[in-house]
């Protein structure tokens, strides 16, 4: 179980509130121009959104409807705002009723967090590759204990000889359970668990991840905290591609993906006795170490005698970047109830208790103008609320959202 301490609560709330207090607000300064009319923040009534992407936050309705506004049950009638008459007989908006749902919090959560694992299989990797496969399951199993929805996949080979390779010769990667459905060799795919069985040799760890993206690119969670760990005792080859070109291929799919490299930081040296000045491995790793530098990732030395520190240490990066979710699953309403996507509030609490508002900008490419921005998924049918990277991930505080929302009378 996470604590307060290491995460904060996150409560998101939906505020559906009555016809009137859906009007416009022209007074609301940069808001009114970069996101629309905005809505009154009434807290006192509203739906719960799911705790992250993909999450079912429940819509919990105690609906007390009245015509021309009003209040959760018991209370006073609410007036019409100034300058708002609410519907109009005949109008457009004449089937609109006030509404009011009590509000359901939604429970504290942390950042989905997906972990690529590119594994160097060649027969020189042996040692290592029983390292992280005897490791593996205790290292998500404490990264669960955390309070965090994790998934795993291994891109490597599951078996020593590939026919389209059979110059090489390969050492097959087999995790236990209970990442793997079964206790068998080859491992079996799961819930949290997916292998890519592909050949990956020596010098080509970033081509062959890239190669393979198809194959566990679905699995990827859209919002979630996305880590690739790189494992090798070589560089990639000449003709492979760079840091550059690697991450203007990735980061679509994960645009705040960290790399982490566990690699050769020294390179051969002929006739050196390995005393801490020599290497263990081929060369030293330097485009995973670019790679990991250009995305705030980890490099740790593939020649420790003792992984026990490389493991925690990845196991800190990933909780520390599962502190507020980037993305929100919009629930469904109650029967009658109509979500108003143009009128939205989202702000965010940072830990000292400040409040900001966010604003909404133009798409993920509008986050690089106001990285405390907001956006939709897709602004013709949103199913998700997708904060920038500015205000979410390794972040402490809270997140709260706003809808407004009419009732439909037949």
């Not at 040692?127 to 955390?146: K, Q, S």
């Not at 459905?181 to 997916?194: F, K």
């Not at 995305?295 to 990845?314: H, K, N, R, Y």
């Amino acid at each position: 179980m996470w604590t307060l301490r290491r995460f904060e609560r996150l409560i998101l709330v939906a505020a559906l509130v009555s016809a009137g207090a859906c009007g416009d607000d022209t007074t609301s300064g940069r808001g009114a121009d970069a996101e629309g009319p905005r809505v009154a923040n009434l807290r006192d009534s509203g739906i719960s959104i799911g705790d992250a992407a993909g999450g079912s936050g429940g819509v919990r309705a105690d609906t007390d409807a009245t015509a021309g506004g009003g209040r959760p049950t018991g209370g006073d009638a609410a007036p019409t705002p100034s300058g708002d008459a609410g519907p109009q007989p005949g109008g457009p908006d004449a089937n609109v009723q006030a509404c009011a749902l009590n509000v359901s919090p939604a429970p504290g959560a942390a950042r989905p967090t997906d972990i690529v694992w590119f594994i160097d299989a060649s027969p020189s990797m042996r040692d290592e590759i029983e390292t992280v496969t005897a490791n593996l399951n205790a290292f998500a199993a404490r990264i669960g204990g955390a309070g965090i929805d994790y998934r795993v996949v291994i891109v490597g080979p599951d078996r020593q000889i590939y026919p389209q390779r059979d110059a090489q010769e390969f050492f097959p990667i087999c995790v236990p359970p209970p990442l793997s459905a079964q206790a068998a060799c080859p491992d079996v795919n799961s819930e949290r668990y997916l292998h890519v069985r592909t050949p990956l040799h020596s010098r080509e760890a970033l081509a062959v991840g890239l190669s393979a993206l198809p194959d566990y690119r679905a699995f990827l969670r859209p919002g979630a905290s996305t880590h690739v760990v790189v494992v090798t005792d070589d560089d990639e080859r000449a003709s492979n591609p760079d840091a550059n070109e690697f991450d203007a291929a990735f980061a679509p799919v994960a645009p705040s993906y960290k790399l982490h490299s566990v690699v050769d930081l020294i390179g051969y040296v002929n006739s050196c006795a390995f005393d801490g000045t020599c290497s263990c491995g081929e060369r030293r790793g330097q485009v995973y170490i670019d790679l990991s530098e250009r995305t705030g990732g980890l490099v740790q030395s593939i020649c420790e005698p003792d992984w026990s520190p490389i493991f925690a240490a990845l196991e800190q990066s990933v909780v520390d970047a599962a502190r507020i979710p980037c993305a929100y699953s919009i629930p469904t309403p109650p029967q009658g109830v109509e979500l108003r996507p143009d009128r939205l509030n989202v702000s965010l609490t940072d830990a000292a208790g400040a409040e900001t508002e966010l604003f909404q900008v133009d798409g993920e490419a509008g986050c690089a103008a106001d990285p405390l921005g907001w956006y939709y998924d897709d602004p013709a049918a949103p199913t998700q609320v997708r904060l920038c990277p500015g205000a979410c991930g390794e972040r402490e505080g809270s997140v709260q959202i706003t809808f407004g929302c009419v009732v439909r009378k037949r």
